[in-house]
């Protein structure tokens, strides 16, 4: 039930593991905000921090404004801001010298990993409590939401 004390009817049925599935994103969704306040920056901000950071290819502010949902000023103010405060630098492509790559730096990344590291020690932690049979189960589930939102992000 929600704070208010309002009962919210749902307008679909959820399975335990669906609703459970929900309340997992509110709850990293609740430690991204934690997150952003601890490195000072805001939710945009650290949503193109995780995006350059994991990026399979290098981006640059185009790819970047495409993944955020955000024009490409709005793209080049966040960039600006990031590069001014030391989280990100930007570098020639080798091969096109007009195109231009944001790299997160080592300080960044290694900020991140220092705020991030008791919540991954702990998130561990949880799953050596698992037998060997529960982990595949708990891997092939969570492979398997995966895929599915990755279907219905790419859905036109």
Not at 69 to 78: E, M, R, S, V
């Amino acid at each position: 039930m929600p704070e208010s004390g309002v009962q919210i009817e749902p307008r679909w049925q959820l399975e335990p593991e669906t609703k459970t599935l929900r309340l997992l994103q509110t709850a990293m969704a609740d430690a991204e905000v934690a997150l952003a306040r601890r490195l000072a920056v805001n939710l945009t901000d650290l949503a193109a921090m995780g995006h350059l950071t994991f990026a399979v290819q290098p981006m640059g502010p185009r790819e970047l404004s495409d993944r955020l949902g955000i024009t490409p000023a709005a793209a080049t103010d966040l960039v600006d801001r990031l590069e001014r405060a030391g989280h990100l630098e930007r570098r020639r492509d080798t091969v096109d010298r007009r195109r231009v790559h944001l790299i997160p730096t080592r300080s960044a990344l290694d900020q991140v990993a220092e705020e991030l590291r008791p919540l991954i020690a702990a998130l561990n932690a949880v799953i050596t409590g698992y037998s060997g049979a529960e982990r595949a189960a708990v891997s092939r589930y969570l492979n398997d939401v995966r895929d599915v939102y990755h279907r219905f992000a790419n859905e036109s």
